[in-house]
DNA sequence: GCACTGAATCGAAGCGCTTCGACGACGAAT
DNA sequence: ATTCGTCGTCGAAGCGCTTCGATTCAGTGC
């Protein structure tokens, strides 16, 4: 590998000469930028990121971190879309990605004391996350995504859950439903997570409002469970005439099982889904979506990482939000 | 931060002292060592990564970089189950892993020749895949997962698809089947991979020598699809008794599609899947399975990198193997 | 008692880079 | 003609660490 200095003697000038023509950071007379960029390519240099970081004045590496949820019950749909968003958007900011795994507690307080990486950005925050005290010990800028209790000091982005199916109980209201089933999951680390619950509290408060009646079940990931859950509403309900559906990996086991009942959409059953993008493509009924707009948050993510990093912005909670979108999943109660 | 020069102060020491105390390179009284592993805890001192990878003789980083694939048809699952078994191998070998994108074509070079990382572990590699003269060029190890036409001087990991086919044709005509047919996955990154040929060829090869009758049939991941596959595969061969599917994600569809056409396993048909390790969980009818131990290439994959990295072994191709397993999805033909 | 060994420690060099303070040269202003 | 400011460039310091002699101080053998 090509050094500095290789550089340097080969364009007959300094070294620090050669730093100046590469940061910019000084004027350089064009003859002489010349003679270091060609004697830069013909040596094909490439400065080394470990000495520039310890050397620069900022002292950054171009990295940040990536913590992400590697279990069985993460949904790798959803992780690999926040993965995909993050790197590119990353990129974007002339930084790349060092991967963590939740299980590997001991890697935030590594990755950051050892100066590896600049900030991170932290996946799947529970309410009651026991890593933000850790986090917030860092000295590094954090970015969560996720909501927790406590916000006081972080940087957060999520979703507006409680937005969103007050956005889909108004739709369906407004078509003349009054009686509304939801569906959530039922996994432990969604409801820890906290947006299950705030979904569900904004799906009650503005059933409320309408004076919509209501009937609420989880549902596991398979066609059997969606036929019990929607069993379980009709209990509950039997005059339910539209579905809000929160959970991606349900809808599909749901809409089937519909579609085998004979319940045609959205004749029979008006029915909005709330999931990552993608979600609802594909099914054999047509249903209507308020999109998680799963790469877009982290993307702001990394954006407000990359801020933090700058030194400029503080810590922030940003809540995003996405329109409903019909596409012959709802129609007017009959 | 504290700085090394922190903690030799603390300890009343030299710099060099604290460092051999660290690195266990050179024999230090115990009073000594004592006094300067107190300071570390009282400070909490951690080693600067960037600094120790400029001064140390051996210049590695820690780090290596993982390539995977983030387009559209890639299997994420099995992805997700690379990264999972690269970045926990990678921790055992005191490496963490930075995530690049196949898309960033550039990445490839900039995190080598800026030392970011120490060697590369590259997925999803086709048989005449552009980058390998790149990768090659590098000067840095790297190991591909996938087989390349060409693997003079490459290290690779791969499954091999060919010995599972013959494995699973063997299991069927051992039990007396004497038409058995394939479905493979139509998707083109699959057929540059290469592995869906070499299956196929495997399978044909075994079928030839057992006097076996085939067909050989694509299939998409969905419903419609796999009843169209299914018609296809009777189409050429209406006495067909057994099924070898090499295609994960269609697998369920074509289990739903056989029940619905009241065909049970193993009594009508014996089924086996070759696939990633869970892909046949939970379906409605049982299945043979020759796993493709996704977890494990990765693994081997970092062990091998790991051992370039520290100088040791040669580059080399390992095929790595698993038996059936029969969990009732076979029988003998009737 | 003396050179000799080995264990424990230190000082200094240097990894590849950035950055700060000089410094010479030159045109503009006085 | 002298001073001043600018521009372009250089040298040296230093980021935090590893590592290679060198040095000191027992302890050993003769």
Redesign the interface.
């Known amino acids: 590998?090509a050094t500095i200095s290789d550089v340097a003697r080969s364009a007959g000038v300094s070294l620090s000469t050669v730093s100046y023509v590469l940061s910019g950071k000084r004027s350089i007379s064009e003859p002489t930028r010349t003679r270091v960029l060609d004697a830069v390519a013909l040596l094909?240099y490439?400065?080394?990121?470990?000495?520039r970081?310890?050397a620069s004045a900022s002292n950054r590496?171009g990295?940040i971190g990536?913590v992400v949820p590697?279990h069985e019950d993460a949904d790798?749909?959803v992780?690999?879309q926040f993965?995909?968003a993050v790197?590119?958007t990353a990129?974007r900011h002339e930084a790349?990605?060092?991967?963590?795994?939740q299980?590997?507690s001991a890697?935030l307080?590594?990755?950051t004391?050892?100066?590896?990486v600049d900030g991170l950005v932290v996946l799947d925050i529970a309410v009651d996350d026991p890593r933000i005290p850790l986090l917030a010990g860092l000295?590094r800028p954090v970015v969560l995504i996720g909501l927790p209790r406590e916000t006081q000091g972080l940087s957060c982005v999520d979703f507006d859950f409680a937005l969103a199916a007050r956005t889909a109980v108004d739709h369906l209201a407004r078509l003349g439903h009054t009686s509304i089933g939801l569906v959530s999951s039922s996994t432990s680390s969604v409801h820890q997570a906290g947006y299950a619950d705030r979904l569900q509290a904004g799906f009650l408060e503005q059933a409320a409002a309408a004076g919509v009646r209501v009937a609420t079940q989880s549902c596991d990931p398979?066609?059997a469970a969606a036929r019990t859950c929607l069993a379980g509403l009709r209990a509950q309900r039997p005059d339910l005439t539209a579905l809000v559906v929160h959970h991606e990996a349900a809808l599909p086991h749901l809409v089937s099982a519909l579609g085998e009942q004979g319940v045609r959409i959205p004749r029979d059953l008006s029915l909005v889904s709330v999931g990552a993008a993608g979600a609802a493509a594909?099914l054999p009924q047509p249903v209507d979506v308020v999109e998680v707009p799963v790469g877009e948050m982290g993307r702001v993510a990394v954006e407000m990482l990359s801020a933090r990093i700058s030194g400029a912005g503080t810590a922030e909670v940003r809540l995003l939000s996405s329109p409903l979108v019909t596409q012959g999943g709802s129609a007017p109660a009959s």
Chains 1, 2 share one sequence.
């Open positions: 590998m094909g490439r400065p080394n990121a470990g000495a970081a310890l590496t990295v990536l590697l790798v749909n992780v690999m993965v995909r790197t590119t990129r790349d990605v060092l991967l963590l795994t299980e590997d890697g307080e590594r990755v004391a050892t100066a590896l000295g398979t066609a594909g």
